[in-house]
């Protein structure tokens, strides 16, 4: 029979037993154990699973005591692995021999001075000793103890007279030791007799019984049996049987890895998935996530607290440091060699360690294994962390940062100890913060700066002090959050009182409301800065470029600012050039060149203007110099300087993570190519600065956007191109760059659906808006062409006419062959008989003369239309022609689509176009190419066609692009034969590049 006298004095169940299943107690058919249904409390069901070779070791020693005499096992493993499952299971076996068993568990609470065998013998008063009346160690206590050994002897021996008999003792960690002196005592004088005594002790908790059990192991008197995990089959197994069902195969991995072999574990995984009606799958999946972090915290927050001193210490001191290595994590916890990695196995075994296994060499962790890092699970690091107390969690912070510091440990580790405490008591903490937030890179290190700054600004600090931390964090949040940084700088220059340290201040304000709408009260601020330096300032060579760099800063952030241009250009007007020594002058130069461009002045002077600002490749940022000066030049139709300096400004926007300077630089090359007949690069470019936008977190360039419905608009995507433009409209009006392309694209959009009224509008719209800024330059956005031709179809050919000479006054004086070509279009569209087919030829051939493909394509298409209105069918299919191969290779679809059908209707035939990729590449692009295939080198190739090898290797890149090869080996011969290579003109320049223009200075060099 059975016997579990601990139980006897409860109070009858009046419900009728549950019915037992084979999940819930038996065995197999094979014979393997499958599950249990009893614990020590004798409420949370305990499964067992794949435990048939320990089942066969229990019965083989049982079997020996029946035949030989007294046996003793002791059954060892972790929390949660199943011993009392096993010992129940087991009980169970016995019973159906007719063998006896007597169970107790370590730990219950009597009042009789041994618990366990108080359980065992059932609170029998004749049985149980006299309470002590003299003192313990006395020899009076002693006759006591001996006394009642004897008498337990003859009750277990009378027992024993009738056949076999099982003590089981679960938990004997916790026995008290006067009870397995009275155990071992039996074992001595039984040992002729059938009885089996099993143990089971929990590893890594230390109890009163331990020492007891130690010496039974000592003396061979014990055999051990060391329950392990599961295996992945035995868990599968169990899942089957808990759920119901098959089991998906992602969800039997996770099931694997959270249980980590561990049936306690396992089982409340499970519990937790079926509690919340879900099935093995997806959904299931997720619940197990969840619930394995309540299990591992719990399973962490128990072994803690029977753990020894050594391993509380582990564990807290890695949950503050939440990954380590052998050394900061034993300076910090106290605990070294073959106890720290006692401690550490033992908290993997707990599933609350990630992290290879670490050896041991003579008491020692091994050199190699210092240096291989342990992680605390999330969940366990917050159970730990939780049962500290305050004061103590903030002692073990400040001493984790210390110890990262004094180890030379990255200033990320320490920054990250730092920012959580309440205060930072020592000079060397606020250091710490600043250099990790100095070192803090990318897109996820401007968060991280921003947070260390933010901890250091809550610090004791000087004036001083406080005003270089809010500096440096408005630079940190500037990319996410320019408002807060303007609010920082704001704050520092409040509190600044010298007049260096408020320009400086005002500098960085002014580049950080770029292009936000704080950007007019930025001018106005370093307005105030500018006057004040006039006169508390001296005349050095540093006091004149800190005046510089204020005055570029004022122009920068004024420049693209409808409300603030007048003012911009006021102040510019009265500073000298400067030369370009020094990089505050070099940013002047920039900004200037874009108000010689936006007040349409001869682009020779621009020119000059931007090229200085360029002259050389400073290691800093290049920001809105670079950017400025490049659009210029592409306004100019200096395309391919302009693609090279936004090349150098995509490279420094990348490399310092600028998110809003990348994307608006990004939009600004697809503009200058697709003036420059790119219109796939183009896209590209803009499709590139729209992603960027959608996922970086901060302010919008709205010019990615309408860079984008652009290109789709050439595309012949017109769907796309008009969600694309009410996207990037949002908000412009006040901006000069963005709002007027805006006008002028939407007006595109608006002529393709056939609504000539209303492109008029929004052009002509765009001339006011131009005209209200002070902007004349003719090509920043040509309305003026489109609504002289609307006019025309109108019948309004006063208003067409007048409109084309106030151009084609603007177009003389800014003097490029773009703008030329596009003034007589316009005048070609608004004349009368023969005048009309001259002006279009000229404006053929000059357009031809410059870098703008796509207008040049129509003008062919236009002069083709009106040769054939003429019956010059001949010369209209050959311009027709030659617009379809030029729609063709920029992919302009839509006009490619219209010069087709008209070439149909002249009576030609469709040509056979772009056959090759090589039709796509440019004219520069396949000058480059055809004498890189010959062997010439970037350099040699720079000085030939006088550009930058920056230059030369953008153009390289491009045409590996479009023709999908590798490299230089790669290009084909059908790039043609390049001519002799020597440099332009007779003296190695550019024949086509102006002279800086009169009273400014000459280049240095």
């Given at each position: 029979?059975?016997?579990?006298?601990?139980?006897?004095?409860?109070?009858?169940?009046?419900?009728?037993?549950?019915?037992?299943?084979?999940?819930?107690?038996?065995?197999?058919?094979?014979?393997?154990?499958?599950?249990?249904?009893?614990?020590?409390?004798?409420?949370?069901?305990?499964?067992?699973?794949?435990?048939?070779?320990?089942?066969?070791?229990?019965?083989?020693?049982?079997?020996?005591?029946?035949?030989?005499?007294?046996?003793?096992?002791?059954?060892?493993?972790?929390?949660?692995?199943?011993?009392?499952?096993?010992?129940?299971?087991?009980?169970?076996?016995?019973?159906?021999?007719?063998?006896?068993?007597?169970?107790?568990?370590?730990?219950?609470?009597?009042?009789?001075?041994?618990?366990?065998?108080?359980?065992?013998?059932?609170?029998?008063?004749?049985?149980?000793?006299?309470?002590?009346?003299?003192?313990?160690?006395?020899?009076?206590?002693?006759?006591?103890?001996?006394?009642?050994?004897?008498?337990?002897?003859?009750?277990?021996?009378?027992?024993?007279?009738?056949?076999?008999?099982?003590?089981?003792?679960?938990?004997?960690?916790?026995?008290?030791?006067?009870?397995?002196?009275?155990?071992?005592?039996?074992?001595?004088?039984?040992?002729?007799?059938?009885?089996?005594?099993?143990?089971?002790?929990?590893?890594?908790?230390?109890?009163?019984?331990?020492?007891?059990?130690?010496?039974?192991?000592?003396?061979?008197?014990?055999?051990?049996?060391?329950?392990?995990?599961?295996?992945?089959?035995?868990?599968?197994?169990?899942?089957?049987?808990?759920?119901?069902?098959?089991?998906?195969?992602?969800?039997?991995?996770?099931?694997?890895?959270?249980?980590?072999?561990?049936?306690?574990?396992?089982?409340?995984?499970?519990?937790?998935?079926?509690?919340?009606?879900?099935?093995?799958?997806?959904?299931?999946?997720?619940?197990?996530?969840?619930?394995?972090?309540?299990?591992?915290?719990?399973?962490?927050?128990?072994?803690?607290?029977?753990?020894?001193?050594?391993?509380?210490?582990?564990?807290?001191?890695?949950?503050?440091?939440?990954?380590?290595?052998?050394?900061?994590?034993?300076?910090?916890?106290?605990?070294?060699?073959?106890?720290?990695?006692?401690?550490?196995?033992?908290?993997?075994?707990?599933?609350?360690?990630?992290?290879?296994?670490?050896?041991?060499?003579?008491?020692?962790?091994?050199?190699?294994?210092?240096?291989?890092a342990v992680t605390m699970r999330d969940a366990a690091r917050d159970a730990?962390?939780?049962?500290?107390?305050?004061?103590?969690?903030?002692?073990?912070?400040?001493?984790?940062?210390?110890?990262?510091?004094?180890?030379?440990?990255?200033?990320?580790?320490?920054?990250?100890?730092?920012?959580?405490?309440?205060?930072?008591?020592?000079?060397?903490?606020?250091?710490?913060?600043?250099?990790?937030?100095?070192?803090?890179?990318?897109?996820?290190?401007?968060?991280?700066?921003?947070?260390?700054?933010?901890?250091?600004?809550?610090?004791?600090?000087?004036?001083?002090?406080?005003?270089?931390?809010?500096?440096?964090?408005?630079?940190?949040?500037?990319?996410?959050?320019?408002?807060?940084?303007?609010?920082?700088?704001?704050?520092?220059?409040?509190?600044?009182?010298?007049?260096?340290?408020?320009?400086?201040?005002?500098?960085?304000?002014?580049?950080?409301?770029?292009?936000?709408?704080?950007?007019?009260?930025?001018?106005?601020?370093?307005?105030?800065?500018?006057?004040?330096?006039?006169?508390?300032?001296?005349?050095?060579?540093?006091?004149?470029?800190?005046?510089?760099?204020?005055?570029?800063?004022?122009?920068?952030?004024?420049?693209?600012?409808?409300?603030?241009?007048?003012?911009?250009?006021?102040?510019?007007?009265?500073?000298?050039?400067?030369?370009?020594?020094?990089?505050?002058?070099?940013?002047?130069?920039?900004?200037?060149?874009?108000?010689?461009?936006?007040?349409?002045?001869?682009?020779?002077?621009?020119?000059?203007?931007?090229?200085?600002?360029?002259?050389?490749?400073?290691?800093?940022?290049?920001?809105?110099?670079?950017?400025?000066?490049?659009?210029?030049?592409?306004?100019?139709?200096?395309?391919?300087?302009?693609?090279?300096?936004?090349?150098?400004?995509?490279?420094?926007?990348?490399?310092?993570?600028?998110?809003?300077?990348?994307?608006?630089?990004?939009?600004?090359?697809?503009?200058?190519?697709?003036?420059?007949?790119?219109v796939a690069g183009a896209a590209a470019d803009a499709r590139a600065a729209?992603?960027?936008?959608?996922?970086?977190?901060?302010?919008?360039?709205?010019?990615?956007?309408?860079?984008?419905?652009?290109?789709?608009?050439?595309?012949?995507?017109?769907?796309?191109?008009?969600?694309?433009?009410?996207?990037?409209?949002?908000?412009?009006?006040?901006?000069?760059?963005?709002?007027?392309?805006?006008?002028y694209a939407k007006g595109r959009a608006r002529r393709e659906r056939g609504?000539?009224?209303?492109?008029?509008?929004?052009?002509?719209?765009?001339?006011?808006?131009?005209?209200?800024?002070?902007?004349?330059?003719?090509?920043?956005?040509?309305?003026?062409?489109?609504?002289?031709?609307?006019?025309?179809?109108?019948?309004?050919?006063?208003?067409?006419?007048?409109?084309?000479?106030?151009?084609?006054?603007?177009?003389?004086?800014?003097?490029?062959?773009?703008?030329?070509?596009?003034?007589?279009?316009?005048?070609?569209?608004?004349?009368?008989?023969?005048?009309?087919?001259?002006?279009?030829?000229?404006?053929?051939?000059?357009?031809?003369?410059?870098?703008?493909?796509?207008?040049?394509?129509?003008?062919?298409?236009?002069?083709?239309?009106?040769?054939?209105?003429?019956?010059?069918?001949?010369?209209?299919?050959?311009?027709?022609?030659?617009?379809?191969?030029?729609?063709?290779?920029?992919?302009?679809?839509?006009?490619?689509?219209?010069?087709?059908?008209?070439?149909?209707?002249?009576?030609?035939?469709?040509?056979?176009?772009?056959?090759?990729?090589?039709?796509?590449?440019?004219?520069?692009?396949?000058?480059?190419?055809?004498?890189?295939?010959?062997?010439?080198?970037?350099?040699?190739?720079?000085?030939?066609?006088?550009?930058?090898?920056?230059?030369?290797?953008?153009?390289?890149?491009?045409?590996?692009?479009?023709?999908?090869?590798?490299?230089?080996?790669?290009?084909?011969?059908?790039?043609?034969?390049?001519?002799?290579?020597?440099?332009?003109?007779?003296?190695?320049?550019?024949?086509?590049?102006?002279?800086?223009?009169?009273?400014?200075?000459?280049?240095?060099?």
């Amino acid at each position: 029979m059975i016997v579990q006298v601990g139980t006897w004095n409860r109070p009858r169940d009046p419900s009728p037993p549950r019915r037992s299943t084979e999940l819930e107690c038996g065995f197999t058919k094979e014979g393997n154990a499958v599950a249990v249904s009893s614990d020590k409390d004798q409420e949370t069901p305990r499964f067992l699973v794949g435990r048939s070779t320990e089942l066969a070791f229990l019965a083989r020693h049982a079997e020996e005591a029946r035949r030989d005499g007294a046996r003793a096992v002791l059954v060892r493993g972790p929390a949660g692995i199943g011993r009392t499952a096993l010992l129940t299971a087991f009980a169970d076996r016995l019973t159906s021999t007719g063998a006896a068993v007597l169970r107790g568990t370590g730990g219950a609470k009597a009042d009789d001075g041994r618990p366990v065998l108080g359980q065992l013998l059932g609170q029998d008063p004749h049985l149980l000793p006299e309470p002590a009346a003299t003192l313990p160690g006395t020899a009076a206590a002693h006759a006591a103890a001996y006394a009642f050994h004897r008498r337990f002897h003859r009750h277990l021996a009378g027992l024993l007279a009738t056949g076999p008999l099982t003590l089981i003792l679960d938990d004997a960690q916790w026995c008290d030791e006067a009870s397995l002196r009275s155990v071992d005592f039996v074992l001595r004088r039984t040992a002729d007799l059938p009885l089996l005594v099993l143990f089971a002790r929990r590893t890594e908790c230390h109890g009163p019984g331990n020492a007891m059990l130690d010496e039974f192991l000592a003396q061979g008197r014990c055999a051990t049996l060391d329950l392990g995990p599961l295996t992945p089959a035995d868990t599968a197994r169990m899942a089957v049987h808990t759920l119901g069902g098959p089991v998906d195969e992602t969800f039997l991995r996770h099931c694997v890895d959270a249980g980590a072999g561990n049936p306690d574990r396992l089982v409340r995984l499970l519990a937790g998935v079926r509690a919340a009606g879900l099935g093995p799958d997806a959904a299931g999946t997720r619940r197990l996530r969840g619930t394995y972090d309540t299990v591992l915290a719990d399973s962490v927050t128990a072994h803690l607290a029977d753990c020894p001193g050594h391993e509380r210490a582990v564990a807290q001191a890695l949950a503050v440091l939440g990954r380590s290595c052998a050394d900061p994590l034993a300076a910090l916890s106290g605990v070294t060699g073959r106890r720290l990695t006692a401690a550490l196995d033992a908290l993997r075994r707990n599933g609350a360690v990630e992290g290879p296994p670490r050896g041991t060499t003579g008491g020692a962790v091994e050199p190699a294994d210092r240096h291989s890092a342990v992680t605390m699970r999330d969940a366990a690091r917050d159970a730990v962390l939780a049962e500290l107390p305050p004061a103590r969690l903030e002692s073990l912070r400040a001493r984790a940062a210390r110890v990262l510091n004094d180890a030379g440990r990255p200033t990320s580790e320490i920054a990250d100890q730092l920012v959580l405490l309440e205060e930072l008591t020592e000079p060397w903490m606020l250091a710490a913060l600043r250099d990790a937030a100095a070192e803090a890179t990318g897109r996820d290190g401007s968060g991280a700066a921003v947070r260390y700054l933010r901890r250091a600004l809550d610090a004791e600090l000087t004036g001083t002090q406080r005003q270089v931390v809010r500096i440096e964090l408005a630079r940190a949040s500037a990319p996410v959050a320019p408002a807060t940084a303007l609010e920082h700088l704001r704050h520092a220059l409040d509190d600044a009182t010298d007049p260096r340290d408020r320009a400086h201040i005002a500098v960085e304000y002014g580049r950080t409301a770029l292009g936000t709408p704080d950007a007019p009260e930025a001018v106005h601020v370093l307005g105030g800065v500018l006057e004040t330096l006039r006169t508390d300032l001296g005349t050095g060579p540093a006091d004149a470029e800190l005046r510089t760099s204020v005055a570029a800063a004022l122009l920068i952030t004024a420049v693209n600012e409808k409300a603030a241009m007048a003012e911009a250009r006021e102040r510019a007007d009265a500073w000298p050039v400067p030369r370009g020594d020094n990089p505050a002058e070099r940013q002047l130069l920039a900004v200037m060149s874009a108000l010689a461009a936006f007040d349409g002045r001869p682009a020779r002077q621009a020119v000059a203007l931007a090229r200085r600002a360029l002259r050389v490749e400073e290691p800093a940022p290049v920001g809105w110099r670079v950017f400025g000066a490049s659009v210029v030049l592409g306004l100019a139709d200096e395309t391919d300087e302009a693609l090279a300096g936004l090349g150098r400004a995509l490279s420094s926007s990348r490399d310092r993570y600028e998110p809003w300077m990348h994307m608006t630089v990004l939009a600004g090359r697809s503009v200058v190519r697709h003036s420059a007949g790119d219109v796939a690069g183009a896209a590209a470019d803009a499709r590139a600065a729209v992603e960027l936008a959608e996922t970086t977190d901060g302010p919008r360039s709205p010019m990615p956007y309408i860079a984008l419905g652009t290109a789709l608009l050439s595309q012949g995507q017109l769907d796309r191109a008009e969600n694309i433009l009410a996207r990037g409209g949002r908000g412009t009006d006040r901006q000069i760059w963005e709002w007027h392309h805006y006008l002028y694209a939407k007006g595109r959009a608006r002529r393709e659906r056939g609504d000539l009224a209303g492109a008029l509008e929004l052009w002509q719209r765009c001339g006011r808006s131009l005209e209200e800024a002070g902007v004349t330059n003719p090509v920043l956005a040509p309305w003026w062409l489109p609504a002289a031709s609307v006019l025309a179809q109108q019948g309004r050919t006063a208003d067409a006419a007048a409109l084309v000479e106030s151009a084609r006054e603007r177009v003389r004086r800014w003097g490029t062959p773009r703008g030329i070509g596009l003034g007589l279009l316009a005048a070609g569209v608004v004349a009368e008989g023969r005048a009309r087919l001259d002006l279009l030829a000229e404006a053929v051939d000059a357009l031809a003369a410059s870098p703008a493909r796509l207008e040049q394509a129509k003008a062919q298409y236009q002069l083709g239309y009106e040769l054939l209105r003429h019956e010059d069918t001949r010369g209209a299919r050959r311009h027709l022609r030659g617009a379809i191969e030029l729609a063709t290779r920029c992919g302009y679809h839509i006009l490619g689509g219209l010069a087709r059908k008209l070439l149909v209707a002249a009576g030609g035939r469709m040509p056979q176009l772009a056959a090759s990729p090589v039709d796509s590449l440019t004219d520069s692009e396949r000058r480059v190419a055809a004498l890189a295939r010959r062997g010439v080198s970037n350099k040699e190739i720079a000085d030939a066609l006088f550009v930058t090898p920056r230059t030369v290797e953008m153009h390289l890149t491009n045409v590996y692009r479009k023709l999908d090869v590798r490299g230089r080996a790669d290009l084909p011969l059908s790039l043609g034969t390049p001519g002799p290579l020597r440099p332009y003109g007779a003296d190695g320049h550019h024949p086509e590049r102006a002279e800086p223009p009169a009273g400014a200075h000459a280049p240095s060099h």
